[in-house]
């Protein structure tokens, strides 16, 4: 999408080890507008299909599934990160490898927050190596939910995320795709 | 206000600790109707006050502040909870004590996020003892920013927190004011 893509040009800043900071729009400030403005193009692609909730993991994601959610008419989930080991019986849980901080942490979801009638919307703000995606996606199969679509607001496709999602057959949306973040120039694809 | 009682007193539910859930609709599964609700709300009581943030704290606040910010038409910025030691000379930082894990975090916000120009509505889903909430109030004290009101979706009246942050002279608009949790029963301030 030319407006992400715009933002990206006008606010982001590379950082060393091919970080994209997007800090003061995205991910700590957040212009709400532009997150309007994403969940609009969100609702534009998946909004046929029927969805009951979206879906999404702490932080940085509550605030893109919160105004989705509120553009398809839906409630919003988001995983909560648990540094506890203890299992509840009653949630639905997911290691993931975060590669930023080479470290496991499990995801949780509350059985009473999805089950096998919901069809869900994904979404992140960031897809690199999808270890967080493909978390949620195991939390969607332990609960019996169709995934009807993955939404991200920024895929570094350089990375293998987003090939993978596609090949296992999701459809996933991306408002800008970051071919490469080389000599601290931002690439998209095109 | 009435509407977030009624949605208490319909899907609450009173955990051993004086601990109320409301892990259905406001801060795990989120019914974004009812923050809407609420910021319509934040907006009636602090929109005039020429508010240029709406500042809270990962993960259950982003959704609230999400919102409301776009309400007033603002940014929002969202302080992290840092695990790492590492003080970043960019960042203004607060040691937070978490009652209900009985340890001390660090939250942290960029300088660049927040200055002595800025008119700051702080928000939370819940004010207990105020731990968060005085984490909040000491990053804008180090910024120069002004606080024009704190507004809280639940305050547990029966612990200090509120009484302090009005002592001390802040605006605080709760949506609930919870007085008891004793028996399992929610009662409500009148």
New interface residues.
């Given amino acids: 999408m030319e407006f992400m893509e715009e933002r990206i040009r006008r606010d982001g800043r590379v950082a060393p080890g091919e970080i994209l900071k997007v ?3 995205l991910n ?6 532009l ?2 403005q994403i969940a609009k193009a969100l609702k534009e692609h998946f909004g046929n299909r029927e969805i009951t ?1 979206v879906v999404t993991i ?2 940085s994601g ?2 893109i599934a ?2 989705t ?2 553009e398809l008419g839906v ?4 995983a ?1 990160k648990s540094k506890s080991r203890n299992l509840n019986s009653d949630t639905y849980k997911s290691r993931v490898y975060s590669y930023t901080h080479d470290r496991y942490y499990d995801i949780v ?2 059985e ?2 999805l089950n096998d009638n919901d069809k869900v919307l994904l979404v992140d703000d960031f897809l690199a190596n999808g270890q967080a995606m493909q978390g949620l996606l195991d939390i969607c199969r332990q609960a019996g939910a169709d995934v009807a679509g993955i939404g991200i607001c920024i895929e570094k496709s350089f990375q293998p995320g987003g090939k993978a999602l596609r090949e296992e057959g999701y459809d996933v949306l991306s408002m800008a795709k970051i071919k490469s973040l080389e000599n601290g120039t931002v690439e998209f694809e095109q």
Same sequence: chains 1, 2.
Avoid at 28 to 33: C, K, M, P, T
Wanted: avoid cysteine; glycine fraction near 0%.
């Fill in positions: 800090d003061t729009f700590h400030q957040i212009d709400v507008s997150i309007r909730k702490e932080a509550i605030a919160s105004i959610a509120e409630p919003m989930v988001f909560k979801v509350n009473n927050a």
